[in-house]
């Protein structure tokens, strides 16, 4: 349970601490995790000052921490403890594997906006969709787990 603690406590404050730090960029970063195309990415960008991009670009070695706390916290919490121990093996399997899966997308998607950020690739257009498609991915997964987690204790009510 001491793990578990730990990583929820890192993730949460890694994660307030980013959207605390990335608060003032405008339009925001879910802006730009979606931007699918070179031109609707850099249309973001291009709206960003210098010292905007520079403010992302220095985000993002938090952000894999960040991403390897949540994926650590998902992985113990459906595995480690009884929320899910009454549930058949393969949802708590499934549980157990949302947010690791999520952090393998936001893995992705962090190391293609750190290479398209460092200089314009407007030529590589597959790059910003997969990038778009891995954050995509990543909200997905998240929405997933949050809903099997509230599945979950529902269940317990009863």
């Known amino acids: 349970m001491l793990k578990l ?5 890192c993730a949460l ?5 980013i959207a605390v730090y990335l608060w003032p960029l405008r339009p925001g970063v879910l802006v730009l995790q979606l931007a699918y195309s070179p031109r609707a990415f850099g249309a973001v960008i291009h709206a960003w000052s210098a ?3 520079v403010r992302y670009r220095a985000h993002l070695p938090y952000d894999f921490l960040l991403l390897a706390c949540y994926a650590g916290f998902g992985w113990l919490l459906a595995s480690r403890t009884a929320l899910f121990a009454a549930r058949p093996a393969g949802l708590r399997r499934l549980a157990a ?6 952090a393998a997308c936001d893995t992705t998607e962090n190391a293609f906006h750190w290479w ?8 590589i257009a597959w790059a910003y969709a997969l990038a ?10 998240l929405l997933a787990w949050l809903l099997l987690v509230l ?6 009510v009863d």
């Open 116 to 123: 398209l950020t460092e200089v314009p690739r407007f030529e």
């Open 97 to 102: 594997w949302l947010l690791p899966l999520a």
């Open 151 to 156: 599945y979950a204790l529902d269940r317990d």
């Open 132 to 141: 778009a498609a891995s954050a995509v991915a990543k909200w997905l997964l």
């Open 13 to 17: 404050a890694l994660a307030v601490g």
């Open 51 to 53: 010292d905007d991009l």
């Open 5 to 9: 603690r730990l990583f929820a406590a």
